[in-house]
């Protein structure tokens, strides 16, 4: 193990999380996990290929430190997947601004755009010149805003909240930031901007809502966990050299640029 290219994957024990976890692993990383998921995240991470789970809560500095010093194993990183992330729902809607109130606001930055810094700012020293990799997963809702009231139609249509979407392209931005800093080094950071996937936070979303959001993708169906996972293992690999500081929609073709 100790040639293996190493990752950290945070969130890792969600549904995009695990199959990101399944791809590294399989192509050779040595792949440590940070998530909060307990025992059976431990569980299901380990059943995905990760060497390694860490209980912690990324939007803790402490915790995050701690993560990175278990994943690098005292050598360097090589790839670090920010997979993190939450959308709160209102009865598998999208809450509306006057129903977010500040702590559930200030919760989902947390989750969603401030622990990704703090992994981004902790990991950065101990990336590999040349060789490392940076992903944060976004969303297209960094580019759409979320929807208005039921009954309007100002597409597309989603069912995330204000919150959700202002933290996501917060992170978009992150990225861009990140890979013009860290290029010098020959570091890259990316971002992969999933459409409606039929898992995890998806779980959530209404029956009536989640069909009409698909009815809206011209590839007629939601994304899976894979589909997100392979735009992340591309961006990761050796293949990505030249890519940096760029967004790549997983969306079926929801919202083309």
């Known amino acids: 193990m100790g040639d293996a290219r190493r990752a950290l994957v945070t969130g890792g024990a969600g549904g995009i999380g695990r199959m990101i976890v399944k791809r ?4 050779g ?3 440590s996990v940070v998530d909060i998921a307990g025992a059976e995240g431990e569980k299901l991470t380990a059943e995905s290929g990760a060497v390694r789970y860490t209980q912690g809560d990324v939007t803790d500095p402490k915790a995050v430190r701690e993560a990175i010093e278990d994943a690098r194993e005292g050598r360097t990183l090589h790839a670090v997947v920010n997979c993190s992330g939450i959308s709160p729902k209102r009865d598998g809607r999208n809450p509306l601004l006057t129903e977010i109130d500040l702590a559930e606001w200030e919760r989902v930055m947390a989750v969603n755009l401030t622990a990704p810094f703090l992994v981004i700012q902790q990991a950065a020293p101990h990336l590999e010149d040349g060789v490392s990799s940076i992903v944060n997963i976004v969303s297209i809702m960094a580019k759409l805003g ?3 009231p039921a009954g309007v139609a100002y597409g597309p249509f989603s ?3 204000a919150h959700y979407s202002a933290s996501k392209a917060g992170l978009k931005n992150l990225t861009a930031s990140a890979a013009r800093e860290l290029a010098p080094r020959g570091i890259r950071c990316n971002a992969v901007a999933p459409g409606f996937v039929a898992t995890g936070m998806a779980a959530a979303t209404s029956g009536k809502l989640e069909a009409t959001t698909v009815a809206q ?3 007629g169906r939601a994304a899976t966990a ?3 996972a392979a735009a992340v293992w591309f961006l990761v690999s050796d293949e990505a050299q030249y890519i940096t500081g ?3 929609d997983v969306d079926g073709g929801w919202c083309p640029d």
């Open 146 to 148: 979320s929807a208005g």
């Open 29 to 31: 990383y040595h792949v």
């Open 217 to 219: 993708v011209p590839l």
């Open 159 to 161: 069912p995330s909240g």
């Open 246 to 248: 760029e967004t790549i």
């Open 226 to 228: 894979d589909d997100v």
């Open 24 to 27: 590294l692993a399989a192509s």
